[in-house]
């Protein structure tokens, strides 16, 4: 195996998104699997762990910062847009098809959290990938806002307004945390958060647990679960039991409705699956998933 730091451009302004190529060795070229992290998560949160799985697998993989996080352009920092999010995604997909090393024609799209829900609108809107793979995923913005303490749903409510309000005079950003207590303006708050959540941050790497609050007004109206109807390929989605995060209800209901989608529960909480026995559960179940759909000698 093999792994080289790469960039790619996104958007209109031509800002560049840094991660990492992963590259299987293989005397012929492996499909490749596109790899993005959740609500203001950066690549190094343990999507190397997954991606060197993968790679081990035979299977090649981009990971990549989305703009404004982690390694990737964008000012300001720390903004958290939906829309560029997914042009991200559909930035990182052309790229992994112009990889010379890899097989373009079989793209495999993964994504964990707010993550598995781009996964899933961006293989919706693609209509050409090979395989979605979906862990723990945002699925419902209104499921996802219920589950948040009320005070504190109240407390980001009002930072977004000031935020959008203040982004019209260029101001800088207003911003929420990203994982907080009950009560604080944050846009996680159940118990398992801050330990969960912040327990993925390297020991010594620069994370900012904080995003411009705009991002607050936006969550409830997003449901990409609703895409999963419309995707044609292969998709697995692997749903938490006990997620207080992204609310296990609507998203066993969306996968249900999906034509191609595979189910798999676990008894876990939103965090639990990224480290221990949870995780080699989940990721074994996620590499059978592809040598049964994207099979590495076809």
Not at 112 to 117: E, K, N, P, Y
Request: hydrophobic share 45%.
């Amino acid at each position: 195996m093999s792994r080289q730091d790469v960039e790619f451009r996104s958007g209109g302004a031509g800002d560049l998104c840094r991660g990492w190529l992963y590259l299987p060795d293989a005397a012929s070229p492996a499909p490749i699997i596109v790899m993005a992290h959740g609500l203001g998560a950066v690549k190094e949160m343990r999507l190397d762990a997954f991606a060197e799985r993968f790679t081990d697998a035979g299977y090649a993989c981009l990971v990549f910062d989305y703009r404004h996080f982690g390694d990737s352009d964008g000012e300001p920092r720390q903004l958290l847009s939906i829309r560029r999010q997914l042009a991200d995604w559909a930035a990182a997909i052309a790229h992994a098809r112009s990889i010379p090393d890899v097989d373009g024609r079989r793209v495999v799209l993964w994504g964990t959290s707010f993550g598995g829900g781009h996964a899933m609108a961006a293989g919706a809107r693609d209509g050409d990938v090979a395989a979605v793979i979906a862990q723990c995923p945002f699925t419902s913005g209104i499921a996802s806002t219920l589950a948040l303490d009320p005070v504190s749903a109240l407390k980001v409510t009002a930072r977004g307004i000031a935020d959008l309000a203040g982004s019209v005079l260029r101001r800088a950003p207003v911003t929420v945390g990203l994982a907080g207590q009950a009560g604080q303006a944050a846009l996680m708050t159940a118990p398992d958060v801050i330990p969960g959540y912040l327990s993925l941050v390297p020991d010594g790497h620069p994370f900012r647990n904080e995003v411009a609050a705009r991002v607050g007004l936006a969550i409830p109206l997003h449901n990409p679960g609703r895409a999963l109807e419309k995707i044609t390929c292969p998709v697995l989605v692997c749903v938490c039991d006990d997620d207080t995060v992204a609310p296990a209800r609507p998203t066993v209901r969306f996968a249900h409705r999906g034509p191609t989608t595979r189910l798999i529960r676990y008894p876990e909480g939103h965090f639990d699956i990224y480290v221990g026995d949870a995780f080699e559960e989940v990721v074994a179940d996620q590499v059978d998933f592809l040598d049964r759909v994207v099979p590495l000698d076809a």
